[in-house]
């Protein structure tokens, strides 16, 4: 979930390039040996992993990703009527309503569904898609800008728009980026459908910075990051993910005893991502194997230290430096799927117009 920034497609797209990877063989959906994964760039799984389900299943794995996930999204929606794969992997839940009213998906409930965990169900009288990850998308701060001036990280919501905290939050732009919108639609959970207005003039008059997508934001603005203290990153806030501190811990080079960067659980929102087998598949025998194989506990396990989300199956294991420096919030904000369907449109529309004008 490193990854989610998206750009809009325009109707009129004529040419559509795919990068592609992964184990080799054919390069056509229709070999039936052959199943063709479409995803954003953010997907990772362990090679080992990989070639188990392919010597087991018999099938070789095609992997083609498209960039960031609203834009891989867009693309798939454009070229149903002739899918690049079989399988797509990473819509998630503030822009599922788009992919299922487009008819991105056929039906089909993969073995393993009943292990699923029920509050990431959705679709339950189609099973169109299938939850595969959850995670929280929240403001991280950075703990040594924090330390130094002797100031406590904002809480809430309503703190980052208080006066100590003026100019020292960045985030994504809601109109471009998945976690920008994620951020937009907690602020709509926990203020209202008109609260989030007023909230929002307030972080604009506080010196909010908003920039284009995720990787800018959290490499280059933030001054907690690796990344961003070489890049001179400036903001010790930023909308990231509360698997992000963990990340900080496991790839440093020299691992800390403690995390750099902390998550201020008051500014939560829960995002899950989802599978399906496209419609007009070539090869769905094939695609069907694969989601079944994205339930397994062996993906499940597998999936948390390649991707730094949250499996989705019971009794499936969160790596310890999970729980130990970026456990799940235990009250994020949510928002039913209908909600986000019938407002996300007009909100990022007039947020775009109350924000960037």
């Not at 039936?32 to 090679?47: E, F, G, N, P, R």
């Not at 599978?275 to 079944?292: I, Q, R, V």
Request: proline fraction near 6%; hydrophobic fraction near 35%; glycine fraction near 8%.
């Amino acid at each position: 979930m490193q990854n989610k920034t998206f750009v809009a497609v325009a109707v009129g797209l004529g040419l559509i390039s795919l990068s592609a990877c992964g184990s080799g063989g054919s390069t056509s959906s229709a070999d039936s040996k052959t199943v063709t994964l479409v995803s954003h760039d953010s997907w990772a799984v362990s090679k080992n992993v990989l070639q188990d389900f392919e010597k087991r299943s018999g099938y070789k794995v095609r992997v083609l990703k498209d960039g960031d996930a609203g834009q891989a999204v867009n693309k798939a929606i454009l070229t149903k009527d002739n899918p690049q794969g079989d399988v797509f992997f990473g819509v998630d839940n503030t822009l599922l309503s788009r992919a299922l009213d487009n008819g991105l998906f056929q039906p089909y409930e993969p073995k393993g569904g009943d292990l699923v965990l029920p509050q990431y169900r959705v679709d339950q009288d189609k099973h169109r898609v299938t939850p595969i990850d959850t995670g929280d998308i929240c403001v991280n701060y950075d703990k040594a800008y924090f330390s130094e001036h002797k100031l406590t990280p904002p809480q809430s919501f309503a703190d980052l728009a208080k006066p100590q905290y003026k100019n020292l939050l960045v985030t994504e732009n809601a109109a471009t980026s998945s976690p920008g919108l994620g951020f937009l639609l907690g602020s709509a959970a926990r203020f209202g459908d008109h609260g989030w207005q007023d909230y929002w003039k307030k972080l604009k008059a506080n010196g909010v910075k908003v920039v284009d997508g995720w990787e800018q934001a959290y490499y280059q603005e933030f001054s907690g990051s690796s990344e961003g203290r070489k890049a001179g990153g400036d903001r010790p806030l930023a909308v990231s993910y509360a698997s992000s501190p963990p990340a900080e811990v496991i790839y440093a080079k020299k691992r800390p005893s403690t995390a750099p960067t902390g998550v201020s659980y008051g500014t939560c929102f829960r995002q899950t991502e989802y599978a399906g087998l496209l419609s007009n598949a070539k090869n769905t025998k094939g695609g069907k194997a694969f989601l079944d194989f994205l339930l397994t506990k062996e993906f499940q396990d597998d999936m948390p230290l390649n991707m730094f989300v949250y499996p989705v199956r019971k009794a499936a294991q969160v790596p310890p430096e999970f729980e130990q420096y970026g456990p799940q919030a235990k009250h994020p904000e949510t928002m039913a799927p209908g909600r986000i369907a019938a407002n996300r449109d007009q909100w990022v529309k007039s947020w775009t117009s109350l924000v960037l004008k």
